[in-house]
Every structure is written in structure tokens, then in C-alpha cells.
T-cell receptor
């Protein structure tokens, strides 16, 4: 099964409200987590990342929370705007360092965020 | 500055044809990744290069898939004898340094349709 997953496939919020997108991971060895935004026809766009030695990290209008006890990750978007409509993916990287390099990211299925006017 | 670019953006192939997908990473980026994204799914890792060395190809689904990065910059993903199940978006990403906590920047992808 997947190491990273999402609770809800679709989230609909009113413009101006805050959005919270959740993600669960199963591999306790994961120590680096990333949120990506993907608009239709485009590649994933980096939003924010967090390392396992942190519980919270803030960016511009976004906050990522990490709860290692229950292996849960969330992305909070403040004052949601129409341009926030997209599919949001959480991803993890265990960093096995096989051969001394970086391994690929493991993505969840994604949550489709819909902004209601 | 320019981001990751990929070409072609769309490719239609008949079953059995060979295809080649190109990735131009951000200039100076050491690490390069290929991912496959099926419709409605998250990207899945295919292979990883550090400069010209292919350090991880554990995600390549079969020996019909081959990737190279001979000069440590541009990379090509080749799929031989394409099958319908190969239809997907193929994404390329690059990061400045080696190391798994480096931010990966993605290109727009190549949408492959095998008929």
C-alpha cells in the first residue's frame, strides 16, 4: 500500500475562508515532507516543506503542521482565493541515500480544492 | 530564470512505436528525476540522476523504459514498443544539489497517449 495518503479527495470552501488539507503517512522513517500544488495541465508546484525536527512551518498564507505521534501532516491555506483552486499533494522522502544520492518523492493521491465564490 | 522545460508537451504514439521524451533541467541543477503520473493519481518515481550517473532506476516499470543524461544536463526518457498502459503524463524534476531534502522543481510534463 501507499506510504502517504489523503483523507478527502475533494474539498470545497468559500472564497475568503481558511482551507485545511490533511495527509496521513505510514512510514515512521519518513523525515522530510513537502506540499505541492498542481493546476490542470501543469506540473506540481512547490508550496512548502517541513523536516521531522519541526512541528510547524509558515509561509505566505500557508502553514504546514506535522504531528509525528499520529503520523499526520496538514496544509492550512489562509483566506482562500480563486487562484488556490488546484489539486494538492503531500509527498515524503525517506532518503535512503542508496548509492549516496537522493531517492524520489512518494506522493499521495491528492486533494482537489474547489473555491466557491 | 527559466524553469524545467520538457518536450514535446503532447505525444500520440501507436502501440509498438518507440518514443523519446526530453527534459531540460534548471541550469546548474545536479539532481534530475523522472516521474510518471497516471490520470487522477499522484506522480510515481521512475528514476534519478546525479549529474550523469543514474543512481536509482528502481521505479522504471519494465526494461522497455530507459533514461539517460550523458552530459549531466539534458535528459531523455525513452520508451520502446509502447503499450497502452504507458499512457500517462511524464514529469521531470530537478534540484540544485544532491540530497533528499533538496526542493524538487517540476516541469510541465509530457502527456503521452498510446493508441
Amino acid at each position: 500500500g501507499e506510504s502517504v495518503g489523503l483523507h478527502l479527495p475533494t474539498l470545497s470552501v468559500q472564497e475568503g475562508d481558511n482551507s485545511i488539507i490533511n495527509c496521513a503517512y505510514s512510514n515512521s522513517a519518513s523525515d522530510y515532507f513537502i506540499w505541492y500544488k498542481q493546476e490542470s495541465g501543469k506540473g506540481p508546484q512547490f508550496i512548502i516543506d517541513i523536516r521531522s525536527n519541526m512541528d510547524k512551518r509558515q509561509g505566505q498564507r500557508v502553514t504546514v503542521l506535522l504531528n509525528k505521534t499520529v503520523k499526520h501532516l496538514s496544509l492550512q491555506i489562509a483566506a482562500t482565493q480563486p487562484g488556490d483552486s488546484a489539486v494538492y499533494f503531500c509527498a515524503e522522502n525517506i532518503g535512503t541515500a542508496a548509492g549516496g544520492g537522493a531517492d524520489g518523492l512518494t506522493f499521495g493521491k491528492g486533494t482537489h480544492l474547489i473555491i466557491q465564490p | 530564470g527559466a524553469g524545467v522545460s520538457q518536450s514535446p508537451r503532447y505525444k500520440v504514439a501507436k502501440r509498438g512505436q518507440d518514443v523519446a521524451l526530453r527534459c531540460d533541467p534548471i541550469s546548474g541543477h545536479v539532481s534530475l528525476f523522472w516521474y510518471q503520473q497516471a490520470l487522477g493519481q499522484g506522480p510515481e518515481f521512475l528514476t534519478y540522476f546525479q549529474n550523469e550517473a543514474q543512481l536509482d532506476k528502481s521505479g522504471l516499470p519494465s526494461d522497455r523504459f530507459f533514461a539517460e543524461r550523458p552530459e549531466g544536463s539534458v535528459s531523455t526518457l525513452k520508451i520502446q514498443r509502447t503499450q497502452q498502459e504507458d499512457s500517462a503524463v511524464y514529469l521531470c524534476a530537478s534540484s540544485l544539489q544532491e540530497g533528499y531534502q533538496e526542493t524538487q522543481y517540476f516541469g510541465p510534463g509530457t502527456r503521452l497517449l498510446v493508441l
